[in-house]
């Protein structure tokens, strides 16, 4: 169809490099073969490759299938591709075949791990290879481990240096290859397998969390009994796995879905005549929980039995979710296959509005209808409408396969059906919470006491930190304050006191105070407190010619030193004269206070003189400030006691006040 881009059907892939916007909640994975990295592939070599890929995709689904046979998935199941060849157009690599693939596991954290533990498993097995795997986050596994990274390892640098191979997590260091590509990386890792191995505690971190696998994943799965129509005890004894299609359904679904579910024409032909009959369903926990948390109206013709028999009734409202799930799914399935739409073409329409096919014209106008009428025609007679369609039909198929077979409530009726399993882990889940949150707190204790070790053996300038918190001395907090705000600070945010070797500010304070008072001279300041001539002073656009003497700069005279001091006190009588009014200056402790106060003889009028001309002791007040805010606190954590932490000084608690 003239005016439609033909290339962009490339967004058939997820991995395609084009695509902007990757989906929520999904983790990806790529596995490179070393034998991609040695040969480069021709014509003739071409064949050799893809049958050597082929057969390594089949020996590692066999080497998963002992694995993931019984695991009931919460959205899709762990699959396998191969890259195109010759050119691999994805996000994994544009030159290199490879495996790749992606799993949305939704709510489900437990399917992301133990995708890990698979790639963990795989990389054991087949030594040869070297594995990629992140998720719409980034590369989580750096994420689990972050207490225990590097300095310098940060998500701007992180691209193609975290590798999983023969068993352990690989990091490319930054001293060794600062921007590396991928080729670069991966030949890097398997030419100097120790350097890039990752340290004992980055590998204990990531490992921890799939070391229950897989009796973790057994463990999360749940059966329940549940009374259903004869038809989806049907469809769920051929095919367990439509449990997970039946729970998205469901928890997903929207008005136009419930539609589907008033009628039941699939599951429930004959309404409230039909009979139910109780089954086992498995499940995963997740997926339990999502139904049993909402609460559900059964539609008119639905068959359920009276409140009174509670088990009955529970049993039967768990099946009702399950079938109008099935039913909303099915029919959501059909219509979207029929027209073979779905996710593929919102990614498709989304390109064609990138590439300015649509000319910028208002949805709804005959222009752009013409378009989207064009644009739709070449869709269906691409081969991604028929492979989305296929893909999206295919459940709807099984099903009707599965219900083609003859069936009846006797075969379900006379079968011993076991006990739900215990669900108190849905209502005492508190206990596993905390258990989580305390671990991480040890990890962040402990990451927290190695670095002030190392600040106060590195820092030879600033205050230990004593395990007796009362030696503290009030000193060393105005001392540490002021190396902290003598440090430099970058783009990052500002560092606490540490041997960092940074270089001082390059500033030239004589041109930034004649450039000050130039503009104070233009705001009208000229005539307080100064008697200095305008044109006698410098000029800002002066002082900015580059043509400018530079030895007049380096060796101020003596005019340019008196103009100085008479802009600054300047400057402080108008600040002063604008905070008169104010309490401010009564908040401030100044020097010889308490000399002062002893005096009882002195005026109100000498007071108020000697408080102008009394310095402020800087020391004292910040002292008192850091002091009022940490008891403010009251034993908590708050800004004071986290400051003053990270610094090294550790105030001691007010032990009176607790007393009381």
Not at 463 to 478: K, R, T, Y
């Amino acid at each position: 169809m003239a005016g439609v881009p033909e290339s962009d059907l490339a967004f058939s892939d997820i991995f395609s490099q084009k695509n902007s916007r990757l989906p929520d909640d999904t983790v990806f994975y790529a596995i490179f073969p070393d034998l991609t990295l040695n040969s480069n592939p021709t014509p003739t070599s071409e064949p050799s490759l893809s049958s050597s890929l082929q057969s390594l995709h089949l020996q590692i689904l066999q080497t998963l299938s002992p694995f993931t046979t019984d695991y009931l998935w919460q959205h899709e199941s762990f699959t396998l591709s191969l890259s195109s060849l010759p050119k691999p157009s994805c996000l994994c690599s544009s030159h290199l075949p490879h495996l790749h693939g992606k799993l949305r596991f939704g709510d489900n954290l437990d399917d992301e791990w133990f995708t890990v533990f698979l790639l963990f498993k795989i990389s054991t097995t087949f030594p040869s290879l070297s594995i990629r795997v992140w998720d719409t986050d980034g590369e989580f596994l750096l994420i689990e481990a972050a207490f225990h990274l590097p300095r310098w390892l940060n998500p701007e640098n992180s691209l193609n240096r975290v590798f999983i191979r023969q068993g352990h997590i690989h990091i490319v260091p930054k001293d060794c290859l600062s921007s590396p590509n991928l080729s670069d990386s991966l030949r890097f890792i398997i030419n100097h397998n120790e350097e890039s191995r990752a340290s004992e505690l980055i590998q204990s971190a990531v490992k921890k969390r799939i070391l229950d696998y897989p009796e973790r994943a057994q463990r999360n799965m749940h059966q329940v009994r549940v009374r259903v129509p004869v038809s989806v005890a049907q469809v769920l004894k051929h095919e367990p796995c439509l449990i997970s299609l039946a729970v998205e359904g469901f928890y997903d679904r929207d008005i136009d879905s419930m539609k589907y579910a008033a009628k039941m024409e699939k599951f429930l032909p004959k309404g409230r005549e039909e009979e139910l009959v109780c089954v086992a369903v498995k499940m995963s926990r997740a997926m339990y929980a999502q139904l049993v948390q909402q609460a559900f109206q059964a539609p008119k013709n639905y068959p359920m039995p009276n409140r009174s028999d509670k088990v009955a009734y529970g049993e039967a409202e768990l099946g009702l979710k399950i079938t109008c799930g099935l039913e909303m799914m099915y029919q959501l399935r059909k219509r979207e296959g029929l027209e073979g739409k779905g996710r593929t073409w919102e990614a498709y329409k989304e390109s064609l509005e990138r590439s300015g096919y649509f000319q910028g014209l208002l949805p709804g106008s005959k222009e752009y209808q013409r378009l989207m009428h064009n644009a739709e025609e070449y869709y269906r007679n691409s081969s991604l409408f028929l492979r989305t369609s296929e893909m999206l039909s295919a459940p709807v198929k099984r099903i009707d396969e599965i219900l083609a077979l003859p069936h009846s409530p006797d075969e379900f009726s006379g079968q011993e059906v076991p006990p739900s399993d215990d669900d108190s882990w849905l209502y005492n889940g508190e206990d596993e919470l905390n258990s989580a949150l305390l671990e991480r707190q040890k990890e962040m204790d402990l990451y927290n006491s190695k670095h002030k070790k190392k600040q106060n053996g590195q820092d030879d300038t600033g205050p230990s930190s004593s395990s007796n918190v009362d030696e503290v001395g009030l000193g060393d907090i105005a001392k540490t304050m002021q190396d902290f705000v003598h440090k430099v600070s970058s783009y990052k945010g500002a560092e606490v006191p540490e041997n960092r070797n940074l270089k001082e500010v390059d500033l030239d304070v004589d041109r930034f105070i004649k450039d000050m008072e130039s503009v104070m001279k233009r705001q009208g300041f000229e005539d307080v407190g100064s008697n200095v001539d305008i044109e006698d002073g410098s000029s800002l656009d002066f002082d900015l010619d580059e043509s400018e003497d530079e030895s007049d700069i380096a060796e101020p005279s003596e005019d340019n030193e008196e103009e100085k001091d008479t802009f600054m006190h300047s400057y402080s009588d108008a600040m002063n004269e604008e905070l008169k009014p104010t309490s401010i200056a009564k908040s401030f402790v100044r020097a010889n206070e308490q000399a002062t106060k002893k005096d009882e003889g002195t005026s109100n009028a000498t007071e108020d003189m000697d408080e102008d001309f009394t310095p402020v002791d800087v020391d004292v007040n910040l002292v008192k400030s850091f002091l009022d805010s940490f008891s403010s606190q009251q034993g908590l954590p708050g800004p004071a006691s986290n400051l003053l932490g990270l610094m090294g000084v550790q105030l001691p608690h007010d032990d009176k006040k607790k007393g009381k």
